[in-house]
């Protein structure tokens, strides 16, 4: 072998050691959350950890806390821009203020995946989310079947210019419109910002206000209704005389659902979160790419990969009830 060879055969390997190198290079996804106290949004950093690509280090995380702040978010966008993300998922705080994050995502050119709630704009890559009327509309509907729609209801309201707290009210208004006209009255209408701390006082409050009026809470995230649940407590009331509905099947909630203290509305963080990394990575990998999560297979019928090219995707609701209680807080295990 002469000098000229063996400098072509080093150069070659050289060459295909650094392809290999390129390729083994793992996806950067940049995940801006709205906040990281809540129980949910524990469940789906969680699912992102457990996601096979992130298990195998194929994909790179970096989980940013927004603190519920969609300015912070903005910023944090921003700063995953800056250092290359390959792909930025937003679980945003805001309906309007975060679509400065899509675009911002557009013009570098970086793919960018809505989850849990949504955005008022059509030009993400996609979205990965529940339909938060319907969530609205059947936690309304199971508090309003237990009052036998007659009576008075609070409604605990999410963080105002929210996407959950736009959409599930717009929910809870229609199950309310479809009792008899006059048979329903909703005596109060506030937001606690999903935190049960901040429930627990307005429905202390309430209580006071309205002595012996008030028959049904809606709350528009389980963490509200157990705030509820526990004012109702304090003041030494039986829960069980309230219907109570909240959304987001937190394991509070399930055990509560479990005590007959009230009805939950599971909202899968799991699946929204798994499916939004799948979706992040075939928009990074184009065509070739297969979907790892096994909610694809979970929801088989209900919610199709169709390529991974779908503008929307839309996770199930499921019914939290003394039957699946158990099932669902083993999983969590």
């Known amino acids: 072998m002469n000098k000229m060879t063996k400098i072509a055969l080093l150069t070659s390997s050289l ?39 992130v298990k195998s280090g194929d994909v790179q995380l970096t989980m940013y806390d927004g603190r519920y702040d969609p300015m912070v978010q903005n910023n944090q966008a921003e700063t995953a821009i800056q250092t290359h993300a390959d792909a930025i998922i937003i679980n945003p705080m805001d309906y309007e203020a975060n679509i400065d994050v899509v675009t911002m995502a557009n013009e570098a050119k970086i793919p960018v995946i809505v989850t849990n709630a ?29 009052m036998n729609c007659k009576g008075n209801v609070v409604i605990i309201e999410g963080p105002k210019g929210g996407s959950g707290e736009i959409q599930r009210g717009h929910g809870n208004d229609k199950a309310i419109a479809e009792c008899v006209a006059g048979n329903i009255k909703v005596l ?38 157990l705030g509820a649940i526990e004012a109702i407590k304090s003041a030494n009331l039986n829960v069980k005389d309230f219907a109570i509905a909240g959304v987001d099947g937190v394991s509070d909630a399930i055990r509560a659902v479990q005590a007959g ?21 075939h928009a990074v990998k184009g065509d070739s790419y297969q979907p790892q999560s096994d ?29 699946n209680a158990a099932q669902l807080l083993d999983a969590r295990k």
């Not at 083994?24 to 457990?50: D, H, R, T």
């Open 118 to 146: 949504r955005l008022n704009t059509y030009k993400m890559t996609s979205e990965v989310v529940s339909d938060d009327v319907l969530g609205g509309y059947l936690e309304a509907k199971s508090v309003l079947k237990k």
């Open 295 to 323: 909610i694809w297979k979970q929801y088989a019928g209900q919610m199709n990969w169709d390529g991974g090219e779908a503008k929307r995707y839309s996770v199930p609701w499921t019914e939290v009830t003394p039957q």
């Open 15 to 53: 060459f295909f050691a650094n392809s290999v190198v390129a390729q083994a290079a793992p996806v950067k996804i940049a995940v801006l959350m709205y906040g990281m106290k809540a129980e949910f949004v524990q469940l789906m950093e969680k699912a992102a950890k457990e996601h096979p690509a």
């Open 188 to 225: 109060e209408r506030k937001t606690a910002n999903w935190s049960r701390a901040e429930a627990l006082p307005l429905m202390e409050n309430w209580l006071q206000k309205h002595k012996g009026q008030i028959n049904g809470v809606i709350a528009q995230n389980d963490e509200m209704a």
């Open 261 to 281: 203290e009230m009805v939950s509305i599971l909202q899968d963080a799991h699946a929204q979160m798994q499916g939004s990394i799948d979706v992040a990575l």
